[in-house]
């Protein structure tokens, strides 16, 4: 995002600009929930801070500034920056990747440091004289220099007053190595000789003369081990939008005249013609003037098959093309491209957060307080009881440490950043995170039968001729009059006819007849004693004499429609065609009428064609324990008989259906207790889309359709909404387990550590392992895999 942008107009002091801001200095759930309620504080001022993405999303009203919201959050003791221009963006090193960088310097030289003093303290035959000496020459680098970053972020927030997970740990291993200075200086610790057995549990006994170096030493190497391959983890959850965000192409050929031009890809405006070769990569969304070739779309759909394209057909940026050389008009440039809004719509749902998480954060929010509190109470109660000092403190540093609540701030974001980044690899776009909550509770999934069930094309079926005519001669002639007209059934006829014969008759006098039908004068070529075949017009409106004068032109007045059309011109159907008509009507499909020179001489039959996945696509929704039901505004036999195509049950039919009538429809399943999914593409569908407990778009459908939607399914293709509920409930599964584990952990740790039954150093070790644990979990998503042939099964 380069600029604030305004997505609706705010009224009064209301937020209506909108802006990312990079947070830094974030350590855990409870800064971002720190920055969060100081930015919150503001007037007109709404923020959502995600741990996870480092980003701060803020709305705001006209009287705030961004850099008011930045001088906010750095006077939180967090540093944060605005947006930079794309240019910019690429050159500046990615903070994310420097904070990897720094973290695996200090574990690197931690680890090289710690892990003698680790050995030596828990081998005590490996304890020569004075290597409690040696353990802290080694140890002290560790705790001062590589948990810098935790003493830092302490300072910084005890100065305005909060705590944080690295208050824990900076108290923790800064307590360990004060107790081992005084023990070695002023106890008994620093005798030659000395050993120190390593035990797991705390040992009730007085006396100064334990030090606890491994404990501050290994403690600091896990937490900086934990947050390394967190910050890697959370580099690699991210990636499927980045990849997304460096799809497009960087330049492109424009074409000035005849001149090509080579230019970069943001002067591009729309109208622009520009050329993309054979392995190259589309450059924005635009319409194919020239050429033909096959598209590779999976990085945008997930299809695995290559598009066949030619003039006429769109193109998406970011497809690479993968035969011959096309010449494409832009249509849409910027941000306004299906690529663009895409990675728009994944980065805004991985920056939301669901209400569950919003409840972990506030869990987070008082979590130190409390783990503070809980360790002086454990300290006071082991002096209490007689224990000795050695014991209290040992138990006391073992609570703090095991406490941090890290895997809790990580539980729900890592996962949103995973599932949602693979749903954009397949071609599904989820929302945001309440879309997930709502994924769980449906149970009905109501389907829009054009576009979403049927492909949304006519075609033709059968052609009756009646008595003696053929149907190649019924077909040429409708197929010649229906040419003129833009109506779907009439596209359905001309393409069967031009498929059948290369080329049809010329039209004469042609007149569209709305809610009847066509009508227009054919002239062909007819047939002459001895000639060894038929001759048949070529395309073209003027007659064709033949070569030598061997054939003449023959006119007829041609009809194509109702039976209303034919009986203006008193023509009736034979009973034959009658019969037809009824047969195909029954079957809910539609019968067109041809006649010519006054009399009735074929039905044609045409139909929308079920897509080849729908039939698959209903019953792994209904796997997946929904009730598909067919909602369309066709009569009650073509519902039914494209219902009986796709394996719909006929009661889970509801026809007749006006667009209005499509909201209340959804209403009525939702009063008899259901929770609906509603599956659409089209203007008239976007209504239902929003009423609906959760609403499914299909990608190839209208911009309005996909606003009103939660889900939007980049492919035309029914089992994508199959992929896009399995990977929404595997997602919502996963954010469940992580925080099950998140919250479990810290139930179980807190006692064993306040009854002494752990060791700081092993608190320290599952601390760190419970973030990497709840990050390499949510990573599990990335192995998620689509119903669809050619991605596997998940």
Same mark, same amino acid.
């Given at each position: 995002?380069?600029?604030?942008?305004?997505?609706?107009?705010?009224?009064?002091?209301?937020?209506?600009?909108?802006?990312?801001?990079?947070?830094?200095?974030?350590?855990?759930?409870?800064?971002?929930?720190?920055?969060?309620?100081?930015?919150?504080?503001?007037?007109?001022?709404?923020?959502?801070?995600?741990?996870?993405?480092?980003?701060?999303?803020?709305?705001?009203?006209?009287?705030?500034?961004?850099?008011?919201?930045?001088?906010?959050?750095?006077?939180?003791?967090?540093?944060?920056?605005?947006?930079?221009?794309?240019?910019?963006? @690429?050159?500046?090193?990615?903070?994310?990747?420097?904070?990897? =960088?720094?973290?695996?310097?200090?574990?690197?030289?931690?680890?090289?440091?710690?892990?003698?003093?680790?050995?030596?303290?828990?081998?005590?035959?490996?304890?020569?004289?004075?290597?409690?000496?040696?353990?802290?020459?080694?140890?002290?680098?560790?705790?001062?220099?590589?948990?810098?970053?935790?003493?830092?972020?302490?300072?910084?927030?005890?100065?305005?007053? %909060?705590?944080?997970?690295?208050?824990?740990?900076?108290?923790?291993?800064?307590?360990?190595?004060?107790?081992?200075?005084?023990?070695?200086?002023?106890?008994?610790?620093?005798?030659?000789?000395?050993?120190?057995?390593?035990?797991?549990?705390?040992?009730?006994?007085?006396?100064?003369?334990?030090?606890?170096?491994?404990?501050?030493?290994?403690?600091?190497?896990?937490?900086?081990?934990?947050?390394?391959?967190?910050?890697?983890?959370?580099?690699?959850?991210?990636?499927?939008?980045?990849?997304?965000?460096?799809?497009?192409?960087?330049?492109?050929?424009?074409?000035?005249? #005849?001149?090509?031009?080579?230019?970069?890809?943001?002067?591009?405006?729309?109208?622009?013609?520009?050329?993309?070769?054979?392995?190259?990569?589309?450059?924005?969304?635009?319409?194919?003037?020239?050429?033909?070739?096959?598209?590779?779309? !999976?990085?945008?759909?997930?299809?695995?098959?290559?598009?066949?394209?030619?003039?006429?057909?769109?193109?998406?940026?970011?497809?690479?093309?993968?035969?011959?050389?096309?010449?494409?008009?832009?249509?849409?440039?910027?941000?306004?491209?299906?690529?663009?809004?895409?990675?728009?719509?994944?980065?805004?749902?991985?920056?939301?957060?669901?209400?569950?998480?919003?409840?972990?954060?506030?869990?987070?929010?008082?979590?130190?307080?409390?783990?503070?509190?809980?360790?002086?109470?454990?300290?006071?109660?082991?002096?209490?009881?007689?224990?000795?000092?050695?014991?209290?403190?040992?138990?006391?540093?073992?609570?703090?440490?095991?406490?941090?609540?890290?895997?809790?701030?990580?539980?729900?974001?890592?996962?949103?950043?995973?599932?949602?980044?693979?749903?954009?690899?397949?071609?599904?776009?989820?929302?945001?995170?309440?879309?997930?909550?709502?994924?769980?509770?449906?149970?009905?999934?109501?389907?829009?039968?054009?576009?979403?069930?049927?492909?949304?094309?006519? =075609?033709?079926?059968?052609?009756?001729?009646?008595?003696?005519?053929?149907?190649?001669?019924?077909?040429?002639?409708?197929?010649?009059?229906?040419?003129? !007209?833009?109506?779907?059934?009439?596209?359905?006829?001309?393409?069967?006819?031009?498929?059948?014969?290369?080329?049809?008759?010329?039209?004469?006098?042609? @007149?569209?007849?709305?809610?009847?039908?066509?009508?227009?004068? &054919?002239?062909?070529?007819?047939?002459?004693?001895?000639?060894?075949?038929?001759?048949?017009?070529?395309?073209?409106?003027?007659?064709?004499?033949?070569?030598?004068?061997?054939?003449?032109?023959?006119?007829?007045?041609?009809?194509?429609?109702?039976?209303?059309?034919?009986?203006?011109?008193?023509?009736?159907?034979?009973?034959?065609?009658?019969?037809?008509?009824?047969?195909?009507?029954?079957?809910?499909?539609?019968?067109?009428?041809?006649?010519?020179?006054?009399?009735?001489?074929? &039905?044609?039959?045409?139909? #929308? !064609?079920?897509?080849?996945?729908?039939?698959?696509?209903?019953?792994?929704? =209904?796997?997946?324990?929904?009730?598909?039901?067919?909602?369309?505004?066709?009569?009650?036999?073509?519902?039914?008989?494209? %219902?009986?195509?796709?394996?719909? #049950?006929?009661?889970?039919?509801?026809?007749?259906?006006?667009?209005?009538?499509?909201?209340?429809? &959804?209403?009525?399943?939702?009063?008899?207790?259901?929770?609906?999914?509603?599956?659409?593409?089209?203007?008239? #569908?976007?209504?239902?889309?929003?009423?609906?407990?959760?609403?499914?778009?299909?990608?190839?459908?209208?911009?309005?359709?996909?606003?009103? !939607?939660?889900?939007?399914?980049?492919?035309?293709?029914?089992?994508?909404?199959?992929?896009?509920?399995?990977?929404?409930?595997?997602?919502?599964?996963?954010?469940?387990?992580?925080?099950?584990w998140a919250f479990a952990y810290n139930v179980a740790a807190l006692p064993l550590a306040a009854l002494g039954l752990l060791n700081p150093m092993i608190a320290g070790a599952a601390m %760190?392992?419970?973030?990497?644990?709840?990050?390499?979990?949510?990573?599990?998503?990335?192995?998620?895999?689509? &119903?669809?042939?050619?991605?596997?099964?998940?």
């Amino acid at each position: 995002m380069s600029a604030p942008t305004t997505p609706g107009a705010g009224t009064g002091s209301a937020p209506d600009l909108r802006i990312e801001l990079a947070i830094g200095g974030m350590t855990c759930a409870s800064c971002a929930n720190r920055v969060e309620r100081k930015l919150n504080k503001m007037d007109g001022v709404t923020a959502s801070v995600n741990y996870a993405t480092e980003k701060a999303t803020v709305s705001y009203a006209e009287g705030v500034t961004p850099e008011e919201l930045v001088a906010t959050v750095e006077a939180a003791g967090y540093t944060a920056e605005l947006p930079a221009p794309p240019a910019a963006a @690429e050159e500046r090193e990615d903070p994310a990747a420097r904070h990897a =960088r720094d973290l695996r310097n200090r574990l690197t030289v931690s680890a090289v440091l710690a892990i003698p003093v680790i050995v030596l303290a828990m081998v005590p035959a490996l304890q020569f004289t004075y290597w409690q000496w040696i353990s802290l020459t080694l140890a002290a680098p560790v705790v001062v220099w590589g948990a810098l970053p935790f003493h830092r972020a302490t300072w910084t927030n005890l100065r305005h007053g %909060a705590a944080t997970m690295d208050t824990l740990v900076s108290l923790g291993t800064l307590a360990a190595l004060a107790w081992s200075l005084y023990a070695l200086l002023w106890g008994g610790a620093g005798v030659p000789g000395m050993r120190h057995p390593f035990e797991l549990t705390v040992a009730p006994g007085g006396g100064a003369d334990a030090i606890y170096l491994e404990v501050a030493a290994g403690v600091t190497m896990f937490i900086l081990a934990g947050r390394y391959f967190e910050a890697r983890s959370k580099r690699t959850a991210g990636a499927a939008l980045r990849a997304l965000l460096e799809l497009g192409a960087r330049e492109v050929s424009v074409l000035r005249g #005849d001149t090509e031009i080579r230019v970069p890809v943001e002067q591009l405006k729309v109208g622009d013609r520009f050329v993309v070769r054979p392995g190259e990569k589309v450059a924005t969304d635009g319409e194919v003037e020239e050429g033909t070739s096959a598209v590779d779309v !999976s990085m945008i759909t997930g299809e695995s098959v290559p598009a066949e394209v030619s003039p006429g057909s769109g193109v998406v940026g970011g497809c690479v093309n993968s035969g011959g050389r096309l010449v494409v008009r832009a249509t849409r440039v910027g941000a306004d491209t299906q690529l663009a809004r895409m990675a728009a719509l994944v980065e805004e749902a991985q920056n939301g957060k669901a209400a569950v998480q919003r409840l972990a954060d506030r869990i987070s929010g008082v979590f130190v307080p409390i783990v503070i509190a809980l360790a002086v109470g454990t300290l006071g109660f082991w002096l209490g009881t007689g224990a000795g000092a050695t014991a209290a403190f040992t138990a006391a540093v073992a609570v703090l440490i095991i406490a941090c609540p890290c895997a809790l701030g990580l539980a729900t974001p890592t996962a949103l950043l995973v599932g949602t980044g693979r749903g954009a690899q397949l071609g599904v776009l989820i929302k945001g995170p309440e879309v997930l909550e709502s994924t769980r509770r449906v149970d009905t999934v109501v389907l829009d039968k054009t576009g979403t069930v049927t492909s949304g094309r006519m =075609r033709l079926l059968e052609v009756h001729p009646a008595g003696r005519e053929t149907v190649e001669q019924v077909l040429r002639l409708a197929a010649a009059v229906e040419d003129g !007209s833009e109506h779907p059934v009439a596209h359905a006829v001309a393409a069967a006819g031009r498929e059948r014969f290369g080329g049809l008759p010329g039209v004469s006098d042609f @007149e569209n007849r709305p809610g009847l039908g066509v009508q227009g004068v &054919v002239a062909e070529l007819a047939q002459l004693p001895g000639l060894p075949a038929p001759l048949r017009a070529a395309t073209g409106t003027s007659p064709i004499t033949p070569a030598g004068g061997a054939g003449r032109v023959v006119a007829h007045a041609v009809l194509v429609g109702r039976p209303a059309l034919l009986a203006e011109y008193g023509i009736e159907l034979p009973p034959e065609l009658v019969e037809a008509r009824e047969r195909a009507e029954a079957a809910g499909r539609t019968a067109v009428c041809v006649s010519w020179d006054g009399r009735a001489r074929g &039905v044609l039959v045409v139909a #929308d !064609s079920l897509k080849p996945t729908s039939a698959e696509a209903v019953r792994r929704l =209904r796997d997946l324990g929904l009730t598909p039901i067919l909602l369309t505004g066709d009569n009650e036999a073509a519902a039914r008989s494209v %219902a009986a195509e796709a394996g719909i #049950d006929p009661a889970d039919v509801i026809a007749d259906v006006l667009p209005e009538e499509k909201v209340a429809a &959804v209403r009525r399943l939702q009063a008899e207790g259901r929770s609906v999914a509603m599956v659409g593409d089209g203007v008239n #569908d976007a209504a239902a889309l929003a009423t609906a407990d959760l609403g499914l778009a299909m990608g190839t459908g209208t911009d309005v359709a996909i606003e009103a !939607s939660d889900l939007t399914l980049v492919r035309g293709d029914l089992l994508a909404a199959v992929d896009a509920i399995r990977l929404a409930r595997r997602t919502l599964g996963t954010i469940r387990g992580n925080l099950f584990w998140a919250f479990a952990y810290n139930v179980a740790a807190l006692p064993l550590a306040a009854l002494g039954l752990l060791n700081p150093m092993i608190a320290g070790a599952a601390m %760190a392992f419970s973030s990497v644990f709840v990050v390499a979990n949510s990573l599990r998503l990335r192995g998620f895999r689509s &119903v669809v042939a050619g991605h596997g099964q998940g």
